[in-house]
Nanobody
Framework: QVQLVESGGGLVQAGGSLRLSCAAS????????MGWYRQAPGKQRELVAT???????NYADSAKGRFSISRDNAVNTVYLQLANLKPEDTAVYYC??????????????WGQGTQVTVSS
């Protein structure tokens, strides 16, 4: 069984920073794409950033220049550094990984979500 556990959310003032982490555990053969999505109240879940096995990174326009995604394959962890936060960044942030277990097709896994609240 594979689990994704997130940490690092919280309450921060506008202009502040946070670092989110998401670690995968279980019997893992390989992790392909890792990423972060977010969902604000009353809105659909949206992409924040992704990073592939090869290191290709994709950011949503809202994240460019302020957020930075990275991964550490040795510990099956993806990070999201949030900087210059704005009240509109307030949302539940979900990590995502496409994981292959031995002798199985790749599947999508999601973290439980971590709340980020930015006060003005």
């Amino acid at each position: 069984q594979v689990q994704l556990v997130e940490s690092g959310g919280g309450l921060v003032q506008a202009g502040g920073s946070l670092r989110l982490s998401c670690a995968a555990s279980g019997t893992i053969f390989r992790i392909d794409t890792m990423g972060w999505y977010r969902q604000a109240p009353g809105k659909q879940r949206e992409l924040v950033a992704t990073v592939t096995t090869g290191g290709t990174i994709n950011y949503a326009d809202s994240a460019k220049g302020r957020f930075s995604i990275s991964r550490d394959n040795a510990v099956n962890t993806v990070y999201l550094q949030l900087a210059n936060l704005k009240p509109e960044d307030t949302a539940v942030y979900y990590c995502y990984m496409r994981i292959r277990q031995a002798f199985m097709s790749a599947r999508d896994y999601w973290g439980q979500g971590t709340q980020v609240t930015v006060s003005s």
